[in-house]
């Protein structure tokens, strides 16, 4: 079975500052893992994932992820937030062989960004 | 047009009534899901189809159905709604891979309300 926590439902910063969203996941195989965005009165959509090889991943809007296997974690981080990054944030798991097609999210983490 | 399209965007009904909310989309995909999304409670699976002739419950699939008329087209159906299914209702689709990361394109949503 898999899980995954989110720590913090609800994340405020100021424009320019550090974005860390933090994500902790459980899985008895090795894991695929994704953030995705969902940004107001839209569908989600593919942030960035990770599958295998190197453990930092990049994405989009300059949004990057580590997978951390020896802490299971997979937070998500941006040097500087912009204002447009206002959203909710997912994180999910997926094993990585015949039911990847299972994904597990978590409970989201609302982003607010700050004038 | 979107790639994959939700209709109706918004419905109000009240309980005891069926409703449908239907599906659409243009990438070519076999896989299509219908995920809920409810308030802190992130996303939870309902039904999903490899193909036409494939379907599957979800984690929470009493009090509904669904019907996958084309590879194209997968509908939802509450067939006597009631007020706890208030809810944003989401579509989505991936590629029909059985290894590799199972992606997920959304639909923009529906929100139902049941009085």
């Known amino acids: 079975a898999q899980s995954v926590t989110q720590l913090g439902s609800h994340v405020s910063v100021s424009e320019g500052a550090l974005v860390l969203l933090r994500c902790n996941y459980s899985?008895?195989?090795?894991?695929?893992l994704f953030w995705y965005v969902q940004y107001p009165n839209q569908g989600l959509q593919l942030l960035l994932k990770?599958?295998?090889?190197?453990?930092l991943v990049k994405g989009i809007n300059g949004f990057e992820a580590e997978f951390k296997k020896s802490e299971t974690s997979f937070h998500l981080t941006k040097p500087s937030a912009h204002m447009s990054d206002a959203a909710e944030y997912f994180c999910a798991v997926s094993d990585s062989g015949g039911s990847n097609y299972k994904l597990t999210f978590g409970k989201g983490t609302l982003l607010t960004v700050n004038p | 047009d979107a790639d994959v399209t939700q209709t109706p965007r918004n419905r109000i009904t009240k309980t005891g009534k069926r409703i449908m909310l239907e599906c659409s989309q243009t990438k070519g995909h076999d896989r299509m899901y219908w995920y809920r999304q409810d308030p802190g409670l992130g996303l939870r699976l309902i039904y999903y189809?490899?193909?036409?002739?494939?379907?599957n419950k979800g984690e929470i699939s009493d009090g509904y159905s669904v019907s996958r008329q084309a590879q194209a087209k997968f509908s939802l159906s509450l067939e006597s709604a009631i007020p706890n299914q208030t809810a944003l209702y989401f579509c989505?689709?991936?590629?029909?891979?059985?290894?590799?990361?199972?992606?997920?394109?959304f639909g923009a949503g529906s929100r139902l309300t049941v009085l």
């Open positions: 990770y599958t295998t090889g190197a453990t």
């Open positions: 899985s008895s195989v090795p894991p695929y």
């Open positions: 189809s490899f193909d036409v002739k494939d379907i």
């Open positions: 989505a689709t991936s590629l029909g891979a059985t290894s590799g990361a199972n992606v997920l394109t």
